[in-house]
């Protein structure tokens, strides 16, 4: 089979054929993708767009008509959208400082080679492995009266440990579970980061009389930079896109945010718009500010990591 | 001194490993205990698998894991048929518009999925695709990060071996299907994992796509579970357990290529 091939294209032909061949090969390649980029992406993209600019409603199609800007009008006018707003924002805030220091800590733990590094790695990575709801599951029966926890809790006096169905405890419970779940994800973006900083470095700094936390905070640190920012921009993004945690919380405890709107983000204000009350138009502009948030997020680590010149 | 350290050291790493093992092992231990027994320590003989028989002859578990190993086949398959093509294209082949594209695809990567919820779900509905299989796979079979994830990979192939393949005789397709391919088992098995833990562990569409249980897949039927008999523990308990230890044993099969795969095919935005 192979030899008949070389046969029938001798060296002359290969060079002939080179061009056409490339070309008619690459676009048959990228044609599967492209069609279902468009398809299903860039229609949903734009008609998504569109439809925040409508009174839109899938389940009555005759009533729908274009309003403009009135949804992002009446958006900014709703109190709701601000606590779902305040809500992701300050999850954003806490979730991702503690994700990054505590997934730094772990790969620092980690980087030295030592008997049964292997397995606390994979140990560190499993829960990021396990679905969400699971988590979110397993964490509520841990917390639920008279549970483990709070058994544990109640050595220090806290015996109330039913924190999702708690107005002011149920986001810091979840806050908790994402923690939990992501460290040891990012964790291995940090080891891999480790391995790109040369080890003649420290040997320098070390000729120099530099102690272990002086090596830390004067080249690691600064070193780390363009892992860290990575870090902090996908942390970021996946913390606005939190959804599955909130909706196994607050389903048990009635609805999507509850208690009393207490765990409401953007993406679930979104959604409960959306398929709960079918206001598509109204959940198609929330999504839209979502959206527009990312692309901020992204726009600020790209002209941090564009200066410092490392990608 | 040295060893009081390197003792210390192993507690804390230690410490940490209980933590994110805990909440596993408490699942499973208490997915096997009857209800009055939960969250009790008890000895060894009081366990026994009737939740787990339970589950499988009073719910619909059996469709559930069928649903959900449907649904995550179906999307490997497309996945990696459109991201290993395009991404070879865009890495190592020359024509119009290859840039064009490959900014395509990392714009793409900023659109949160959930923008395109609403009218995925107005097309699947008006294609009649509600509550099928079609609408859990179809729309799903291209991820643009995994194209960007195998161009990465592909481009640190040498052109020399494909350059070998050509002065042979075969043309661009066959020197990809027959040369290049089998090497690229690194980055197959990366986007397999992480397509079938995305899969697996997906809720948010095939809650929304599907409203009939026998289309549920495994997640969705533990949630629907969950707040149904909230009181029944140890009955959710080996539901967490059902669903976690496949993904669980995938995961630490593969786990090495997983970690490698991170680490180089560098997901950079």
Not at chain 1, 127 to 131: F, G, L, S
Not at chain 2, 109 to 112: A, G
Not at chain 2, 155 to 158: K, Q, R, S
């Given at each position: 089979m192979k030899e008949n091939i070389m046969k029938k294209n001798n060296a002359g032909r290969i060079f002939l054929a080179k061009r056409s061949d490339e070309t008619v090969t690459a676009y048959l390649f990228v044609l599967p993708a492209i069609i279902c980029w468009i398809l299903w992406f860039l229609i949903p993209f734009m008609r998504s767009i569109y439809i925040s600019f409508f009174k839109y409603s899938y389940v009555t199609p005759?009533?729908?008509r274009f309003i403009g800007f009135s949804n992002y009008i009446h958006l900014f006018q709703d109190p709701k959208f601000y606590i779902a707003l305040k809500n992701t924002l300050l999850f954003g805030a806490i979730v991702v400082p503690t994700i990054t220091i505590v997934s730094l800590l772990l790969a620092l733990l980690l980087n030295k080679s030592f008997k049964g590094r292997g397995a606390f790695r994979t140990i560190y990575y499993l829960?990021?492995?396990?679905?969400p709801i699971t988590v979110a599951t397993v964490f509520m029966y841990l917390f639920v009266k008279d549970g483990v926890m709070a058994k544990f809790f109640g050595i220090i006096g806290i015996s109330n440990t039913t924190w999702y169905a708690n107005i002011k405890m149920a986001m810091p419970f979840i806050g908790i579970m994402f923690i939990w779940q992501m460290v040891g994800f990012y964790m291995v973006y940090y080891l891999s980061g480790f391995?790109?900083?040369?080890s003649t470095v420290y040997e320098s700094a070390e000729i120099d009389g530099a102690n272990g936390f002086q090596k830390f905070r004067f080249i690691t640190v600064p070193m780390l930079r363009p892992t860290t920012f990575l870090v902090i921009t996908y942390a970021t993004i996946q913390s606005f896109q939190l959804f599955d945690q909130i909706a196994a919380v607050s389903n048990a405890s009635g609805g999507l945010g509850s208690p009393a709107g207490a765990t409401s983000t953007l993406l679930t204000y979104f959604y409960q718009n959306s398929f709960r009350y079918y206001k598509m138009g109204y959940g198609s502009a929330i999504a839209v500010i979502l959206f527009l948030l990312i692309l901020l997020v992204t726009f600020i680590q790209r002209k941090f990591t564009d200066a410092d010149g490392a990608y | 001194m040295k060893r009081f350290v390197k003792l210390i050291f192993y507690i804390i790493l230690i410490i940490f490993a209980i933590i994110f093992i805990a909440p596993l092992a408490y699942a499973i231990y208490n997915s096997l205990l009857p209800l009055d027994k939960v969250n009790h320590i008890v000895p060894l003989s009081f366990l026994s698998l009737d939740n787990y028989k339970e589950l499988f002859t009073n719910y619909d578990i059996l469709n559930w894991y069928k649903n959900t190993i449907n649904m995550a086949i179906i999307t490997l398959v497309g996945q990696l048929t459109t991201s290993l093509l395009a991404g070879y294209a865009i890495a190592k082949l020359n024509f119009k518009g290859k840039r064009v594209i490959f900014n395509i695809i990392v714009v793409t990567?900023?659109?949160?999925f959930q923008l395109l919820l609403v009218p995925l779900y107005i097309m699947v509905a008006g294609l009649g695709w509600h509550n099928s299989m079609l609408s859990l796979t179809i729309p799903f079979i291209l991820n643009p990060l995994y194209v960007f994830m195998a161009r990465q990979f592909f481009?640190?192939?040498?052109n020399d071996l494909v350059e070998a393949a050509r002065i042979d005789g075969l043309n661009h397709a066959t020197s990809f299907f027959r040369v290049v391919l089998p090497i690229a088992k690194p980055i197959i098995i990366t986007l397999t994992i992480f397509n079938f833990t995305q899969s697996w562990n997906a809720y948010l569409v095939p809650a929304t796509f599907v409203s009939n249980d026998k289309m549920y897949t495994l997640v969705v039927g533990l949630n629907t579970l969950k707040d149904t008999y909230f009181n029944r523990l140890n009955l959710t308990m080996a539901g967490v357990v059902m669903i976690t230890i496949p993904i669980l044993l995938l995961f630490l099969v593969l786990q090495k290529y997983l970690i490698e795969g991170i680490a180089t095919s560098g997901i950079k935005g």
């Open positions: 005759d009533k729908n829960p990021y492995v396990i679905a391995q790109t900083i040369p | 990567l900023m659109i949160p481009i640190t192939i040498p």
